[in-house]
Protein backbone atom coordinates (compact mmCIF):
# COMPACT_ATOMS: atom_id res chain seq x y z
CA UNK A 1 0.00 0.00 0.00
CA UNK A 2 1.30 3.32 -0.87
CA UNK A 3 -0.45 6.84 0.19
CA UNK A 4 -1.63 9.34 -1.88
CA UNK A 5 -0.09 12.72 -2.53
CA UNK A 6 -2.84 15.08 -3.75
CA UNK A 7 -2.32 17.56 -5.46
CA UNK A 8 -5.43 20.49 -6.62
CA UNK A 9 -5.22 22.18 -10.08
CA UNK A 10 -8.03 24.49 -11.45
CA UNK A 11 -9.97 22.85 -8.57
CA UNK A 12 -9.71 19.45 -9.49
CA UNK A 13 -7.51 17.01 -7.24
CA UNK A 14 -4.61 14.97 -8.89
CA UNK A 15 -3.73 12.12 -6.83
CA UNK A 16 -0.30 10.91 -6.93
CA UNK A 17 1.60 7.90 -5.44
CA UNK A 18 5.71 7.25 -5.75
CA UNK A 19 6.72 4.11 -6.96
CA UNK A 20 10.41 2.87 -6.30
CA UNK A 21 11.13 6.62 -6.18
CA UNK A 22 9.34 7.28 -9.28
CA UNK A 23 6.07 9.64 -9.49
CA UNK A 24 2.80 8.00 -10.73
CA UNK A 25 -0.91 9.24 -11.53
CA UNK A 26 -3.85 8.23 -11.33
CA UNK A 27 -5.18 7.93 -14.38
CA UNK A 28 -8.70 8.82 -13.64
CA UNK A 29 -7.65 12.21 -12.46
CA UNK A 30 -5.62 13.10 -15.19
CA UNK A 31 -8.23 11.62 -17.63
CA UNK A 32 -10.75 13.97 -16.13
CA UNK A 33 -8.95 17.31 -16.74
CA UNK A 34 -7.41 16.26 -20.10
CA UNK A 35 -11.27 15.92 -21.02
CA UNK A 36 -10.23 11.73 -22.50
CA UNK A 37 -13.18 10.51 -22.33
CA UNK A 38 -12.55 6.89 -22.46
CA UNK A 39 -9.83 5.81 -20.04
CA UNK A 40 -9.72 2.27 -20.61
CA UNK A 41 -8.69 2.87 -24.46
CA UNK A 42 -6.46 5.50 -23.42
CA UNK A 43 -4.53 3.20 -20.75
CA UNK A 44 -4.64 0.69 -23.98
CA UNK A 45 -2.44 2.75 -26.23
CA UNK A 46 0.34 2.91 -23.28
CA UNK A 47 2.84 0.27 -22.79
CA UNK A 48 2.84 -1.97 -20.11
CA UNK A 49 5.52 -0.54 -18.37
CA UNK A 50 3.41 3.03 -18.44
CA UNK A 51 0.22 1.54 -17.14
CA UNK A 52 -0.78 -0.50 -14.07
CA UNK A 53 -2.78 -1.01 -10.99
CA UNK A 54 -1.67 -0.09 -7.66
CA UNK A 55 -3.02 -0.48 -3.80
CA UNK A 56 -3.62 2.83 -2.22
CA UNK A 57 -4.77 4.07 1.12
CA UNK A 58 -8.06 6.42 0.80
CA UNK A 59 -9.53 8.60 3.70
CA UNK A 60 -12.10 5.42 3.81
CA UNK A 61 -10.44 2.24 3.01
CA UNK A 62 -7.56 0.57 0.38
CA UNK A 63 -8.23 0.19 -3.12
CA UNK A 64 -6.39 -0.41 -6.41
CA UNK A 65 -6.52 2.51 -8.51
CA UNK A 66 -5.35 2.58 -12.22
CA UNK A 67 -2.03 4.63 -12.48
CA UNK A 68 0.33 5.85 -15.15
CA UNK A 69 3.92 6.72 -15.49
CA UNK A 70 6.02 9.69 -16.15
CA UNK A 71 6.22 8.84 -19.77
CA UNK A 72 2.89 7.86 -19.53
CA UNK A 73 1.03 10.83 -18.85
CA UNK A 74 3.37 12.88 -21.12
CA UNK A 75 1.65 11.06 -23.96
CA UNK A 76 -2.03 11.10 -22.24
CA UNK A 77 -1.53 14.62 -22.93
CA UNK A 78 -0.44 14.96 -26.67
CA UNK A 79 -3.92 12.64 -27.02
CA UNK A 80 -5.90 15.29 -25.38
CA UNK A 81 -7.66 17.85 -27.69
CA UNK A 82 -8.45 19.94 -24.64
CA UNK A 83 -6.81 23.60 -24.79
CA UNK A 84 -6.00 23.33 -21.42
CA UNK A 85 -3.47 20.53 -21.53
CA UNK A 86 -0.83 22.86 -22.50
CA UNK A 87 -1.36 24.84 -19.25
CA UNK A 88 -1.71 21.40 -17.24
CA UNK A 89 1.64 20.25 -18.73
CA UNK A 90 3.32 23.18 -17.55
CA UNK A 91 1.66 22.84 -13.67
CA UNK A 92 2.74 19.52 -13.76
CA UNK A 93 6.63 19.93 -15.05
CA UNK A 94 7.20 23.18 -12.90
CA UNK A 95 5.59 22.64 -9.39
CA UNK A 96 4.05 18.89 -9.42
CA UNK A 97 7.24 17.06 -10.63
CA UNK A 98 10.00 19.47 -9.22
CA UNK A 99 8.42 18.73 -5.37
CA UNK A 100 8.12 14.96 -5.84
CA UNK A 101 11.60 14.98 -7.35
CA UNK A 102 12.66 17.08 -4.79
CA UNK A 103 12.49 13.94 -1.63
CA UNK A 104 10.68 11.53 -3.67
CA UNK A 105 7.71 12.04 -2.31
CA UNK A 106 5.56 15.44 -1.84
CA UNK A 107 7.25 16.78 1.32
CA UNK A 108 9.66 19.45 2.70
CA UNK A 109 13.12 18.61 2.06
CA UNK A 110 14.27 16.59 5.66
CA UNK A 111 16.23 18.28 8.54
CA UNK A 112 19.77 16.24 8.12
CA UNK A 113 20.03 17.50 4.54
CA UNK A 114 22.69 20.15 3.86
CA UNK A 115 21.66 23.45 2.22
CA UNK A 116 24.19 22.29 -0.87
CA UNK A 117 21.99 19.30 -1.22
CA UNK A 118 19.22 20.86 -1.04
CA UNK A 119 20.31 22.69 -3.77
CA UNK A 120 21.44 20.85 -6.10
CA UNK A 121 18.35 18.90 -5.70
CA UNK A 122 16.54 21.60 -6.49
CA UNK A 123 18.26 22.79 -9.84
CA UNK A 124 18.51 18.81 -11.04
CA UNK A 125 14.23 19.25 -10.55
CA UNK A 126 14.57 22.28 -12.51
CA UNK A 127 16.50 21.13 -15.38
CA UNK A 128 14.74 17.61 -15.71
CA UNK A 129 11.14 20.21 -15.67
CA UNK A 130 11.95 22.67 -18.60
CA UNK A 131 13.90 19.36 -20.95
CA UNK A 132 10.16 18.10 -20.34
CA UNK A 133 8.77 21.14 -21.01
CA UNK A 134 10.91 21.60 -23.97
CA UNK A 135 9.71 17.95 -25.59
CA UNK A 136 6.26 18.50 -24.84
CA UNK A 137 6.06 22.06 -26.84
CA UNK A 138 7.73 20.63 -29.52
CA UNK A 139 5.51 17.73 -30.13
CA UNK A 140 2.35 19.29 -28.89
CA UNK A 141 1.51 21.06 -33.17
CA UNK A 142 2.18 17.59 -34.54
CA UNK A 143 -0.51 16.65 -32.07
CA UNK A 144 -3.09 19.04 -32.94
CA UNK A 145 -2.59 18.00 -36.84
CA UNK A 146 -3.10 13.72 -35.92
CA UNK A 147 -6.52 13.99 -36.44
CA UNK A 148 -6.69 15.08 -40.29
CA UNK A 149 -3.99 12.70 -40.83
CA UNK A 150 -5.06 9.55 -39.40
CA UNK A 151 -8.94 9.70 -39.51
CA UNK A 152 -9.39 7.46 -42.05
CA UNK A 153 -10.04 3.77 -42.00
CA UNK A 154 -8.01 1.13 -43.59
CA UNK A 155 -4.64 0.33 -43.36
CA UNK A 156 -1.57 1.92 -45.33
CA UNK A 157 2.03 0.60 -46.54
CA UNK A 158 4.50 0.87 -44.45
CA UNK A 159 6.44 3.57 -46.91
CA UNK A 160 3.33 5.81 -46.39
CA UNK A 161 2.72 5.42 -43.21
CA UNK A 162 6.19 6.96 -42.15
CA UNK A 163 5.37 9.82 -44.28
CA UNK A 164 1.63 10.07 -42.16
CA UNK A 165 3.94 9.54 -38.75
CA UNK A 166 7.02 12.22 -39.94
CA UNK A 167 4.06 14.98 -40.63
CA UNK A 168 3.14 14.12 -37.12
CA UNK A 169 6.64 15.15 -36.57
CA UNK A 170 7.95 11.95 -35.67
CA UNK A 171 11.20 11.14 -37.45
CA UNK A 172 11.68 8.10 -39.35
CA UNK A 173 11.32 6.93 -42.57
CA UNK A 174 10.37 3.83 -44.71
CA UNK A 175 13.27 1.36 -43.76
CA UNK A 176 13.73 3.21 -39.95
CA UNK A 177 10.29 2.66 -39.21
CA UNK A 178 10.34 -0.95 -40.17
CA UNK A 179 12.92 -1.22 -37.77
CA UNK A 180 11.25 0.91 -35.13
CA UNK A 181 8.27 -1.61 -35.49
CA UNK A 182 10.29 -4.39 -35.26
CA UNK A 183 11.90 -3.12 -32.02
CA UNK A 184 8.42 -3.32 -30.64
CA UNK A 185 8.08 -6.85 -31.24
CA UNK A 186 5.28 -6.29 -34.20
CA UNK A 187 7.35 -7.79 -37.04
CA UNK A 188 9.98 -10.50 -37.74
CA UNK A 189 11.80 -11.49 -40.75
CA UNK A 190 10.28 -14.34 -42.63
CA UNK A 191 12.30 -17.66 -44.17
CA UNK A 192 13.08 -15.43 -47.85
CA UNK A 193 14.12 -12.51 -45.53
CA UNK A 194 10.83 -10.54 -45.83
CA UNK A 195 9.02 -8.85 -43.03
CA UNK A 196 6.14 -10.78 -41.20
CA UNK A 197 3.69 -9.91 -39.14
CA UNK A 198 3.84 -11.33 -35.60
CA UNK A 199 -0.13 -12.56 -35.12
CA UNK A 200 -0.15 -10.55 -31.86
CA UNK A 201 0.02 -7.63 -33.58
CA UNK A 202 -2.42 -8.08 -35.92
CA UNK A 203 -4.95 -9.70 -33.17
CA UNK A 204 -4.39 -6.22 -31.41
CA UNK A 205 -5.66 -4.34 -35.00
CA UNK A 206 -2.02 -2.65 -34.93
CA UNK A 207 -1.19 -4.72 -38.63
CA UNK A 208 -2.50 -6.06 -41.62
CA UNK A 209 -1.23 -8.35 -44.06
CA UNK A 210 -2.26 -8.16 -47.61
CA UNK A 211 -1.68 -10.99 -50.06
CA UNK A 212 0.26 -10.32 -53.00
CA UNK A 213 1.06 -11.86 -56.53
CA UNK A 214 2.34 -11.62 -59.75
CA UNK A 215 2.26 -13.86 -62.67
CA UNK A 216 5.28 -15.82 -64.12
CA UNK A 217 7.26 -14.16 -66.53
CA UNK A 218 7.58 -17.55 -68.52
CA UNK A 219 4.79 -19.90 -67.16
CA UNK A 220 2.00 -17.39 -66.93
CA UNK A 221 0.73 -18.95 -63.92
CA UNK A 222 -0.25 -16.84 -60.39
CA UNK A 223 2.92 -17.14 -58.18
CA UNK A 224 1.68 -16.08 -54.29
CA UNK A 225 4.25 -13.75 -52.72
CA UNK A 226 5.21 -13.21 -49.40
CA UNK A 227 2.18 -11.40 -47.56
CA UNK A 228 2.96 -7.69 -47.62
CA UNK A 229 2.84 -5.79 -43.86
CA UNK A 230 0.50 -2.65 -43.53
CA UNK A 231 -0.22 -0.29 -40.80
CA UNK A 232 -3.60 0.45 -39.76
CA UNK A 233 -5.22 3.28 -38.38
CA UNK A 234 -4.99 2.36 -34.88
CA UNK A 235 -1.36 0.57 -35.68
CA UNK A 236 -0.54 4.25 -36.60
CA UNK A 237 -1.92 5.98 -33.56
CA UNK A 238 -0.41 3.63 -31.25
CA UNK A 239 3.47 4.28 -33.20
CA UNK A 240 2.48 8.10 -32.73
CA UNK A 241 1.78 8.04 -28.93
CA UNK A 242 4.77 5.08 -28.19
CA UNK A 243 7.37 6.53 -30.74
CA UNK A 244 6.29 9.97 -29.29
CA UNK A 245 6.65 8.87 -25.78
CA UNK A 246 10.30 7.83 -26.48
CA UNK A 247 10.88 11.36 -27.86
CA UNK A 248 9.84 12.80 -24.60
CA UNK A 249 11.81 10.48 -22.40
CA UNK A 250 14.91 12.69 -21.13
Same mark, same amino acid.
Given at each position: ????????? =????V? %?V? $? +? *?E??? !????? &?A??????VH??L?L?D?????????E?A????????V???G???L??????AE?K??K?WL??????????????????A?? =???E?? %??? $? +? *????? !????? &??????P??????EL???S?DYE??D?AK?????????G????????????????????????????VD??Y????????????????????P?V????????????R????????
Open positions: MTALDIFTY =SGQQR %TT $I +D *SPWF !VATDV &AILDLGNSSALDDERGLHSVTSSTQAAAVSESLYSILRSRKAAFRTHEVLPAIRKTGMYSTAPEL =SRLIL %TMA $I +D *SERRA !VTAET &AVAALTSAAAWDASAGVAAILARAGIETRQRLFTQIADLGWILRGSHGSWKAYQSASGLAEKPVKHFHPKSGEVVLDPQRVTVKGLERLRVLGALILTP
